[in-house]
């Protein structure tokens, strides 16, 4: 059973950082692409950062030049580094893995189980 697991959310003042971790486990032949997404209260999940199988990244406009996201594949694991945080940036936090997992090679999309971030002004 794959799974992902978070940790390194919590609280902070207005301009502190925070680290999230994300490690993938299971039957994993493949890591395709690992990311965040977060979600904030009223609001739709959205992309924070991605990274690919080949190391290429990608941000949302709104977190670039603060975040950065970094992978260790022989760890399975996926880290966002937060800096300069605003009080917008308030949200549950989710990573999402595509892997290809199994004897078949199967090919999906995985969650996990979202680690909460908060930013006081």
């Known amino acids: 059973q794959e799974q992902l697991v978070e940790s390194g959310g919590g609280l902070v003042q207005a301009g502190g950082s925070l680290r999230l971790s994300c490690a993938a486990s299971g039957s994993i032949f493949k890591i395709n692409a690992m990311g965040w997404y977060r979600q904030a209260p009223g609001k739709q999940r959205e992309l924070v950062a991605t990274?690919?199988?080949?190391?290429?990244?990608n941000y949302a406009d709104s977190v670039k030049g603060r975040f950065t996201i970094s992978r260790d594949t022989a760890k399975n694991t996926v880290y966002l580094q937060m800096n300069s945080l605003m009080p917008e940036d308030t949200a549950v936090y989710y990573c999402n893995a595509d892997l290809s997992t199994g004897w078949a090679l199967k090919r999906g999309d995985y969650w996990g189980q979202g680690t909460q971030v908060t930013v006081s002004a």
């Open positions: 990274i690919t199988s080949s190391g290429r990244t």
